[in-house]
């Protein structure tokens, strides 16, 4: 039942640990136009989740409520000081550039790794059928994308794979609570949202071009869904 998660975490250390390993031989140009392209790519990737909207006024509530939510529980301040609580023990005589790094890494590739639908329906599917088709083509693309991200922003990107375990291994262990819960329009309103949280960590994390606390956004991941469930219940509420 767990295979295509633990697949999926085995992807993000090797293809991290060849990213360090290697990194260093490519010139820090070219190192900076594989993160930009890979920012790029993922950009339009989360545009293209995010077309899959049917309401695109309650992914923007989403959104907004949630940043607020995030805001009031200070998840990216958590999520930073859990970085650096870690590389406290991993590198204990790095500067502060290098803690800064390090955060960066495990915040952005944990973040780019945990959002979007192949996690989500990737875990359904390996804990209702024992397919892991969908997680084992996530893993592929996890492991390349954090080669990329390794070789620029170092160790921290392995540390990702434990985010990975305890997300997409609770919902594989939960799935069939989970298809009972999830209908199809939760789930393209969940993507959408995600769609612009991806976009976000390309602009931000890999482009760089305006900083974002996207780790207050992660509310909105649960509320598109929460709304769409509230919309299908007005009219039975209204008779």
Not at 15 to 33: M, V, Y
Not at 115 to 131: D, K, R, T, V
Request: glycine fraction near 14%; aromatic fraction near 6%; charge should be positive.
């Amino acid at each position: 039942m767990m295979l295509g998660t633990l697949l999926n975490a085995v992807a993000i250390l090797v293809g991290g640990g060849l990213g360090i390993l290697f990194g260093d031989r490519l010139s820090a140009q070219t190192r900076q136009t594989v993160i930009y392209g890979l920012g790029l790519f993922i950009i339009a990737s989360g545009l293209q989740m995010f077309l899959k909207t049917q309401n695109a006024l309650l992914v923007l509530g989403s959104l907004l409520l949630g940043g607020l939510i995030g805001e009031g529980l200070q998840i990216q301040a958590r999520l930073e000081g859990l970085g650096a609580w870690l590389e406290a023990r991993v590198q204990r005589n790095g500067s502060a550039a290098e803690t800064a790094r390090f955060i960066k890494g495990f915040v952005s590739s944990s973040l780019l790794f945990c959002i979007g639908p192949m996690a989500i329906l990737g875990s359904i599917q390996a804990g209702l059928e024992g397919n892991i088709t969908i997680l084992a083509i996530k893993s592929t693309l996890d492991g390349f994308a954090s080669l990329a991200f390794a070789a620029t922003l170092g160790v921290g990107v392995l540390f990702a794979s434990l985010p990975i375990l305890l997300y997409q291994g609770s919902i594989t262990l939960l799935a069939g609570w989970a298809q009972h819960i999830l209908s199809a329009a939760m789930i393209n309103e969940l993507t959408a949202t995600g769609g612009l949280l991806i976009m976000a960590i390309g602009i931000s994390g890999l482009l760089e071009l305006k900083p974002v606390r996207l780790g207050n956004f992660l509310p909105a991941l649960l509320l598109a869904p929460l709304f769409v469930a509230g919309l299908a219940m007005l009219p039975s509420l209204a008779k």
